[in-house]
T-cell receptor, first 118, second 112 residues
């Protein structure tokens, strides 16, 4: 069965420093993986997704994530944090056996709150 | 344990039939949401409710209806007007509107 673990519930960084949000997954199949962001008082937004193409995935707002099968990880990074990056981040895994069928089951991590200080 | 419960996990709909997806939470959250997931796309908001007896349309409300008669419950009805209902449906809640979301385990809806 699929599962996803976000290793940090809260990450604090200073503006201009690198961001690392950690995510480990377990999957019996080749997973699809996503990162979503939820800004305060706004809905969910898809940051990036991995679907068995390139292992380094580039997303919006300068974020990227690397799929490492040997480590079962999909950590989210950004070279330089901006104040506007402060938000809740969710790592998500999908059940790839269903990917070829309409509708894709998603399993959400519990989220990581990113705080950015000036 | 507090959480969000969605049922059923799998649901099949016949052509022209209305079906209702259940979502219950015991987190004492005011706000609840319904999202839809299609392959290759991000989640899309169908409906949300920030308080009992009130709800608003999201981005793709056509063909769906909801009710919020109790704080704990936010059922979603997929009507016959929804021409492409096959998808994964995810319910979520938050303490107040658009705070950190807590997610259910989802319902996979397919058309027979």
């Amino acid at each position: 069965a699929q599962s996803v673990t976000q290793l940090d519930s809260h990450v604090s960084v200073s503006e201009g420093t690198p961001v690392l949000l950690r995510c480990n997954y377990s999957s019996s199949y080749s997973p699809s993986l996503f990162w979503y962001v939820q800004h305060p008082n706004k809905g969910l937004q898809l940051l990036l997704k991995y679907t068995s193409a390139a292992t380094l995935v580039k997303g919006i707002n300068g974020f990227e994530a690397e799929f490492k099968k040997s480590e079962t990880s999909f950590h989210l990074t950004k070279p330089s944090a901006h104040m506007s990056d402060a938000a809740e981040y969710f790592c998500v895994v999908s059940d790839s056996i269903l990917n070829n069928q309409a509708g894709t089951a998603l399993i959400f991590g519990k989220g990581t709150t990113l705080s950015v200080s000036s | 344990d507090g959480g969000i419960t969605q049922s059923p996990k799998y649901l099949f709909r016949k052509e022209g039939q209305n079906v209702t997806l259940s979502c219950e939470q015991n987190l004492n959250h005011d706000a609840m949401y319904w999202y839809r997931q299609d392959p290759g796309q991000g989640l899309r908001l169908i409906y949300y409710s920030q308080i009992v007896n009130d709800f608003q349309k999201g981005d793709i409300a056509e063909g769906y209806s909801v009710s919020r008669e109790k704080k704990e419950s936010f059922p979603l009805t997929v009507t016959s007007a929804q021409k492409n209902p096959t998808a994964f449906y995810l319910c979520a809640s938050s303490r107040t509107g658009f705070e950190k979301l807590f997610f259910g385990s989802g319902t996979q809806l397919s058309v027979l």
